[in-house]
């Protein structure tokens, strides 16, 4: 079983539509939260940063973490056709620790 | 530069050949990291360094493969006797402090083994 799970997609919504992005983790330690995105054939772009449990907000996109349940999610209001991209969602032990896990990442899809 | 620069951007090897990818941080980030992005997944972690040295080469799969940051800058990842198996798109990031919020990836090397 992979630390990280994601569900893969493809997820195809309509444009305006409230999008919600899952992710289920195994090790307890996981401290930091991130979700990236990923447009076709780029590298991963940073969107949110969330330390240990809570919401955070930035414009259209909120991150939640349930440390509890080992779940984090992205919600997307107002979607966009440029928000079309692969969303990864990633996670470290601590500050100190370099190995990001990553998410298998979710295809999203927002139809004009 | 204004970014990550990864090159080549794609790389078709035979079976076998050894290959190098380079990476050029953004000037100034000591910490530079390795991933490697098999199709449909996510990004796997190979190596980290910080300035010239390897602080964490957890990641790397097997003695094949081997990456080098000799004046702190530039990173070269090495891959002896490739295998079909080593296709996947690899991918730099650089941070000026080694914390992953300041991180950005480059456009990643596209190799496939043929």
């Known amino acids: 079983q992979k630390e990280v799970e994601q569900d893969p997609g493809p997820l195809s919504v309509p444009e305006g539509a409230i999008v919600s992005l899952n992710c289920t983790y195994s090790?307890?330690?996981?401290?930091?939260f991130m979700w990236y995105r990923q447009y076709s054939r780029k590298g991963p772009e940073l969107l949110m940063y969330?330390?240990?449990?809570g919401n955070k907000e930035d414009g259209r996109f909120t991150a939640q973490v349930d440390k509890s349940s080992k779940y984090i999610s992205l919600f997307i209001r107002d979607s966009q056709p440029s928000d079309s991209a692969t969303y990864l969602c990633a996670m470290n032990s601590d500050q100190g620790a370099q190995k990001l896990v990553f998410g298998q990442g979710t295809r999203l899809t927002i139809n004009p | 530069g204004a970014g990550v620069s990864q090159t080549p951007s794609n790389k078709v090897t035979e079976k076998g050949k050894y290959v190098e990818l380079r990476c050029d941080p953004i000037s100034g980030h000591t910490a530079l990291y390795w991933y490697r992005q098999s199709l449909g997944q996510g990004p796997e972690f190979l190596i980290y360094?910080?300035?010239?040295?390897?602080?964490?080469d957890s990641g790397l799969p097997n003695d094949r493969f081997f990456a080098v940051r000799p004046e702190g800058s530039v990173s070269t990842l090495k891959i002896q006797r490739t295998e079909r198996g080593d296709s996947a798109v690899y991918l730099c990031a650089s941070s000026l402090t080694g914390d992953y919020t300041e991180a950005f990836f480059g456009q990643g090397t596209r190799l496939t083994v043929v």
């Open positions: 090790n307890s330690a996981f401290q930091y």
């Open positions: 969330t330390y240990s449990s």
């Open positions: 360094f910080q300035g010239t040295g390897a602080a964490d």
